[in-house]
């Protein structure tokens, strides 16, 4: 794959910018300076406070979801694991459909190139160096969720297709994959019953549905954690959470 030439780099012969960040270069690889490419800029929350919350809401209501199933129960504590850590993202994002939660994001501020010269400690070099969300990652993501809004599915079926990603088979390491097969299949049966009695003159909606889900599955976990969770939880290890929340009673 090929991608567009820097333009920001072009700006950077400047003998002010040379000076202030001669510094910044030596200590800091080409990868991990700031690019002010329109795609590759990297993007924060616009209300965090709102947006966060509404997360965690969700979040909270995707992991009560799946530990009250209980053909989930009946599995074996590893199994029970292992899926959560497969899945739980896209859940998420389902989740996030289904609540109608939206979200705009802003340019992260960037600090000036003094600043981050005489500001020149571990803890704001690690501040300043942390993976943050690019405009085209959230982008890629708000374009899944608008899909999925486009279906207007219902509750039923949401929560048929929340099952039918959950009991994912070939999950490495799984102890009852063939159990776990035949619960996604029976998942899969349902959402398909339940779609052709809502959509009867859609013969494809099945099929579509679960292409528009398999976007969601593209969608990497670090940059839901980043985005959403980030802000509240900090470096929080988002799996130790949520087995935390699976145990919870």
């Known amino acids: 794959m090929q991608y567009e030439k820097c ?5 950077q012969n400047a003998i002010l910018y040379t000076l202030l960040s001669q510094d910044q270069r030596e200590s800091c690889s080409p990868s991990q300076q700031r690019c002010l490419c329109q ?3 990297t993007v924060c929350l616009q209300t965090p406070q709102v947006t966060c919350q509404a997360a965690s809401d969700v979040l909270v209501k995707t ?17 029970q694991l292992l899926l959560l850590d497969s899945c739980w993202a896209p859940l998420f994002l389902l989740g996030l459909v289904q609540e109608m939660v939206t979200f705009e994001v802003i340019e992260t501020p960037a600090p000036s190139m ?9 803890c704001k070099r690690q501040e300043l160096q ?16 608008n899909k999925f809004w486009s279906l207007d599915l219902s509750p039923k079926e949401y929560a048929y297709l929340k099952g039918a990603m959950l009991f994912n ?15 996604q299949r029976e998942a899969h049966r349902a959402l398909q019953d339940v779609l052709a009695l809502s959509h009867l003159e859609d013969k494809d909606c099945f099929a579509r549905v679960l292409l528009i889900a398999s ?11 980043d985005l959403f969770f980030q802000p509240v939880i900090g ?6 959470l949520l087995t935390e929340m699976l145990v919870m009673k």
């Open 169 to 183: 088979p070939n999950v490495p390491g799984l102890k009852a994959s063939a159990y776990i097969e035949s619960l």
């Open 114 to 122: 003094l600043k981050r010269i005489l500001l020149d400690g571990q």
């Open 7 to 11: 333009q920001c780099l072009e700006s």
């Open 215 to 225: 976007t969601l599955k593209s969608i990497p976990p670090p940059l839901i954690t």
């Open 63 to 79: 992991v009560s979801f799946v530990k009250n199933l209980p053909s989930f129960q009946l599995l074996p504590w590893e199994d």
């Open 235 to 240: 470096n929080t290890d988002i799996l130790q």
């Open 130 to 145: 942390r993976a943050q969300p690019t405009l085209a990652s959230v982008q890629r993501l708000q374009c899944s969720l």
């Open 39 to 41: 795609k590759r800029r």
